[in-house]
């Protein structure tokens, strides 16, 4: 009768420990691998969208010596944040822009506008009457 025990049955186990340890190893390296590369993914994606806004915002500073030389601005400015510009359309005073960074599977595309502020919607303080726009200039507080 063979007990769970004998010498024979130790020696039929021997080294697996080593294949777990290997199988183990190879399953850590695919998911470190796996978060290197969404944080590469992100990365790119934050350095698009930066680009993408300040190129905007160079090319709407510069709109009224026109386009080709605003969307030169917009390119100088992308280039300086490791992105390339992909689009830039200026027309009057808003610029619209996009800007790409990365290759391959982790390239990324951002679109961004910029121009002057417009009108101001009333907000939940302007609606409960705190404060009423005035047309001749900014707001000012109603008196009772």
């Known amino acids: 009768m063979r007990t769970p025990w004998s010498p024979r049955t130790l020696a039929s186990d021997r080294?697996?420990?080593?294949?777990?340890?290997?199988?183990?190893?190879?399953?850590?390296?695919v998911v470190f691998g796996a978060?290197?590369?969404?944080g590469q993914v992100v990365v790119v994606?934050?350095?698009?969208?930066?680009?993408?806004?300040?190129?905007?915002?160079?090319?709407?500073?510069?709109?009224?010596d026109g386009a080709t030389t605003a969307c030169a601005n917009a390119d100088r400015v992308a280039r300086a944040q490791r992105a390339r510009l992909v689009r830039c359309v200026v027309e009057g005073e808003i610029s619209d822009v996009t800007a790409a960074s990365g290759r391959g599977p982790f390239a990324a595309?951002?679109?961004s506008r910029a121009g002057p502020a417009g009108?101001?919607?009333?907000?939940?303080?302007?609606?409960?009457?705190?404060?009423?726009?005035?047309?001749?200039?900014?707001?000012?507080?109603?008196?009772?």
Not at 16 to 29: D, F, R, Y
Not at 50 to 61: K, R, T, V
Not at 120 to 128: I, L, N, S, W, Y
């Open 15 to 29: 080294g697996s420990a080593t294949v777990w340890t290997v199988g183990a190893i190879a399953v850590l390296c």
């Open 35 to 38: 978060v290197l590369a969404m």
């Open 45 to 64: 994606r934050h350095r698009a969208a930066g680009a993408a806004d300040l190129a905007a915002l160079a090319a709407a500073d510069h709109w009224m």
């Open 109 to 111: 595309e951002v679109r």
């Open 119 to 144: 009108p101001v919607e009333p907000g939940p303080a302007d609606t409960a009457g705190l404060v009423e726009p005035d047309p001749a200039g900014p707001t000012r507080p109603v008196t009772g």
